[in-house]
């Protein structure tokens, strides 16, 4: 199985950015569709970003869309989250996720999940 290791995290100002990494190891990231999720204190765990298996399609939330990038790079075996323009509704833990069938806009369908990474954004 893969396993899934996030970083960037940190603390930044309202209006900054900051560019999450999910790092696989175990199997290749390209055998599976990635998400990035976040989860806030007190609130459900959101998708806000996912990426099919070689990249060619890509999902954001409404809440996140135009401000928020997902792509990857399977020769590093990697799938990054770059966020723009972030404001204080986007502090959260942030994590990513693999997913080996179905649909990737299905929460339902990601099987294996990093540690998470928290993201602090200061007004």
């Avoid at 696989?24 to 996912?50: D, T």
């Avoid at 075996?77 to 770059?82: A, F, P």
């Amino acid at each position: 199985q893969v396993q899934l290791i996030e970083s960037g995290g940190g603390l930044v100002q309202a209006g900054g950015s900051l560019r999450l990494s999910c790092a696989a190891s175990g199997r290749p990231v390209s055998n599976y569709a990635v998400g990035w999720f976040r989860q806030a204190p007190g609130k459900e765990r959101e998708l806000v970003a996912a990426i099919s298996w070689q990249g060619g399609s890509t999902y954001c939330a409404d809440s996140v869309e135009g401000r928020f990038t997902i792509s990857r790079d399977n020769a590093k075996n990697t799938v990054s989250l770059q966020m723009n323009s972030l404001n204080p509704e986007d502090t959260a833990v942030y994590y990513c996720a693999a997913s080996s069938s179905g649909s990737y806009t299905n929460t339902r369908n990601y099987d294996y999940w990093g540690q998470g990474t928290q993201v602090t954004v200061s007004s």
